[in-house]
């Protein structure tokens, strides 16, 4: 039977795939199909095209003061970001111009903002899909292809297990990267844990490249007339996102239920915290090796 793995989104908390697919690498577990939502498009591009061990390298070493490079301001209202840096990044490491020349069967799954639909992207030219794929509203621009407007397959799919069974996936391992912000909230609450800035901090730095932009949307708000601090306008974005995406995640996974559910230990790691690569990776490898035998017993069935 034909093995898929659904990718789902995150941002940076992506680096945890890393260390997933190396693990089930290393036991022996190769996949037959891949899809993947927003960072989950990008890993599972790299991965398609056999170099998750040289990406693996290069997420270990972005420093915080590459994120503004990375990200790529742009005076645009529909995104702060044109994510092209992200784009030469990626191609450091896929060395096809098309989908079809994919070593694996692959898929990366956007939104459509004019009819609210699921695009998926099994064709074509692979970085335009990517990019698409993790073109976060009002963080990234969004593509436009034929007559839709793309952006994050997140917005409505966020764990694409659907993709991979359409890619002819029999059994499909499915990586959650939202699964664990209940549990930081409840252990936040009431005790006086704060959120990690760093996140906002890298936001900060790179709006400072829009010049006024920076101080029309207050990132440096720290207003304390309420025992609550305010959350400036990154961090809202950030957090209304998360929730949307964590209750949407449980709505499409008992819809479309995958054989087998990771949901990694990453909910400490911020949207754009490219900087911690090594801790996402960790994260990643003690998912996978903690559910091993779960994913061994369920092929053992099925094959």
Known sequence: MKLG???????????????????????????????????????????????LARLTERSKQIRFFEIPQLLSPAWSFSGAFSGKKALDFLREFVSVENIEDLKIPYAAVCADVYSGEVVTISSGNLLEATRASFSIPLIFTPIPKANWMLVDGGMLDPVPVKAAKDLGAEIVIAVDLFGHLEHRQKAAKGSGEEV?????????????????????????DL???????????????????????????????????PDVLLQPEVANIGLLDFHRGVEGIKAGRECAERMLPEIKKVLAQTR
């Open 5 to 51: 793995i659904a990718l789902g989104g995150g941002g940076a908390r992506g680096f945890a795939h890393i260390g997933i697919l190396q693990v089930l690498d290393e036991a022996g577990i190769h996949f037959d199909a891949i899809a993947g939502t927003s960072i989950g498009s990008l890993i599972g591009a790299v991965y398609a095209n056999r170099s």
């Open 196 to 220: 990690p800035k760093s996140t906002f901090l890298s936001l900060d730095a790179a709006m400072k490249y829009l010049g006024s932009i920076s101080s029309m949307l207050s990132l440096r």
């Open 223 to 257: 207003s304390q007339e309420d025992d609550v601090r305010k959350p400036n306008y990154f961090e809202m974005l950030e957090r209304t996102l998360a929730i949307s995406q964590q209750q949407l995640t449980k709505y499409r996974l008992s819809e479309f239920p």
